[in-house]
């Protein structure tokens, strides 16, 4: 696989864990923004935690950040549409990696969205065609992946109608440290692994901790 | 917590693990069916497996397996309706646990159903008035269950809008020989949970396995 990573919306929580992982394991990484000033602003405060790893990590325009082989969007659910659509051309029969979780919070805590297009990384699917959309990364906590100095200790399903797609993606998960990717199914099944961060995030906040999943029984 | 547990549709797959799992763990269990000669058969075909702890498996109807202290549900979906109108009246103040997950398949593998209340669980709220329903056990490989003579190696998240209801079904979960009980949240983060069943089963038909689920970073 390549050895580039695109992250739309990359200076959210989630994909600044994401880049600092994928950058740690020496892929070069595109952080991308709305904002590309933000971008370099966050890629910044970033290079103190990848000393010389900092150099293949740079700050740059959505638009600029489809340019890797890889692209995943990180981006809030509310923000799906406004980034993708302005990307459509570009990103035609180009792998895309959604990681979004369409999640909201009220005083009972975290609940999911309900999508017309059944999920998020179908909404993905509807906004760009010819892209090769897969799903992953939904469960992964953003503060963990902070956490440089511990490896993570996650399983990330990844979802696609597009075999090639899926392995390739399943690869990707597998650069972070303690991550294994496993290949799960169609993008159908997207729904509830985005919906599932939001029963996560409440156990996290029963148990002041960042959970991860792991599946048992399955051959590594 | 108390030491009896009824199944209302306690003799298809799911049903039929726990009872086994149970009653190793040494608690009474009352096997329901629409038929209960039905159950009893059921009954008598366990009774090889579970040797000296069979004497305290009975096979019932639905109705009286409503009289253990707690009630699983563990009909198929399209059960569920018709299983628990009738038992309206019994099941109100009792502790009612959901393992029902909306499932269906295709030619493209397993998915989930969408229902109108939200997932299964909230159509058990909406089928039993003054029931305190907590939602369980999702994603408990009926053949795993099966497998007495190995411990399981799953989490259950445990939902409900009670917290006394979840906290006994986190221990009804703990009762099961290498199963962990987590609370999780309220009810309306079930569909995810009932839907992530739909993945695992994806998983298993790949990579021919009878995955679980672990979360990691909680503590125990």
Do not use: W
Not at 32 to 61: F, Y
Not at 103 to 109: E, I, K, R, S, V
Not at 172 to 187: E, F, N
Request: net charge negative.
């Amino acid at each position: 696989m390549g050895d580039e990573v695109g992250i739309i919306g990359g200076t959210g929580p989630l994909g600044r864990g994401l880049a600092l992982r994928f950058a740690k394991a020496r892929m070069s990484v595109r952080i991308g923004s709305r904002d590309p000033e933000r971008a370099r602003e966050i890629v910044a405060g970033l290079a103190d935690r990848l000393g010389e790893d900092a150099a293949r990590v740079v700050g740059v325009g959505n638009a600029d950040a489809t340019e890797a082989e890889m692209v995943v969007v990180a981006v809030p659910f509310e923000g799906l549409r406004p980034a993708l659509e302005p990307l459509a051309d570009r990103l035609r029969d180009r792998i895309v990696v959604s990681a979004v979780n369409p999640l909201a919070f009220d005083g009972d805590g975290p609940y999911s969205l309900v999508v017309p297009e059944g999920s998020a990384a179908e909404l993905c699917v509807a906004l760009l065609p010819g892209a090769r959309v897969a799903a992953a990364f939904h469960s992964l906590s953003a503060r963990q992946l902070g956490r440089l100095d511990e490896p993570m200790d996650d399983d990330v399903l990844v979802l696609s109608d597009d075999e090639d797609a899926m392995a390739r993606t399943v690869e990707l998960a597998a650069r972070i440290d303690g991550v294994d990717g496993l290949a799960a199914g169609p993008l159908r099944l997207a729904a509830p692994l985005e919906g599932l961060t939001a029963a996560l995030i409440a156990v996290n906040q029963r148990n002041r901790c960042h959970a991860g999943v792991r599946l048992t029984r399955v051959p590594r």
